[in-house]
């Protein structure tokens, strides 16, 4: 009877540590989630135009069952695409020339809702939004967008993120047409 005993109070034992761990797992699973921002990766047309304070942005995004609206301005932050947006690995070891130019500013994106959105480098902070040269055809220029908006999170809350990756062909001297 001892010995039941005994094994009975390891069982219970066994079963409380499960069950402390189990809910310990499931509350540092919930806690990121509720607080992490989605990230978005959409398609999309329009123009670019060259302005004295920046490249002016519009046009039409499709994401997953949403299509929206994009306006706003562009800035280079280097010019003559000498620069890598990788910043950590594929220009210093991967062989990658730097031909980029780093781009920044604000957008609007209006979906359902409207997301002020700041243009920035992506998740993890090692790749920048930037304009490069298409090595495959001298004509076009490929776009990469990595943008940031707080405008539906709880305040402290990770940001919500889009990408938008696009080519860009140049029109006339001061506006260029994207599409993806």
């Given at each position: 009877m001892t010995r039941a005993k005994g094994q009975m109070g390891r069982d219970?034992?066994?079963r409380i540590t499960i069950i402390a761990a189990t809910v310990a797992v499931l509350t540092l699973t919930a806690a990121p989630a509720a607080t992490a921002g989605d990230l978005f990766s959409v398609s999309g047309s329009g123009?670019?135009?060259r302005q004295d304070d920046g490249d002016m942005i519009t046009g039409t995004l499709r994401g997953a069952n949403v299509i929206g609206k994009v306006h706003g301005?562009?800035?280079e932050l280097t010019t003559g695409f000498n620069t890598c947006p990788d910043f950590e690995f594929l220009c210093s070891f991967g062989g990658y020339t730097p031909t980029c130019?780093?781009?920044?500013?604000?957008?609007?994106?209006?979906?359902q809702a409207q997301y002020d959105a700041q243009?920035?480098?992506t998740i993890d902070g090692r790749v920048g939004s930037s304009l490069c040269p298409n090595p495959n055809d001298s004509s076009t220029y490929q776009l990469r967008l990595f943008?940031?908006?707080t405008s539906h999170v709880?305040?402290?809350a990770f940001p919500d993120?889009?990408?938008v990756f696009a080519t860009v062909k140049q029109i006339t001297p001061n506006i260029w047409k994207w599409s993806s």
């Open positions: 219970m034992k066994k123009v670019l135009m301005t562009l800035v130019n780093l781009l920044g500013g604000d957008l609007t994106l209006k979906f243009v920035g480098n943008l940031w908006s709880p305040p402290g993120g889009f990408e």
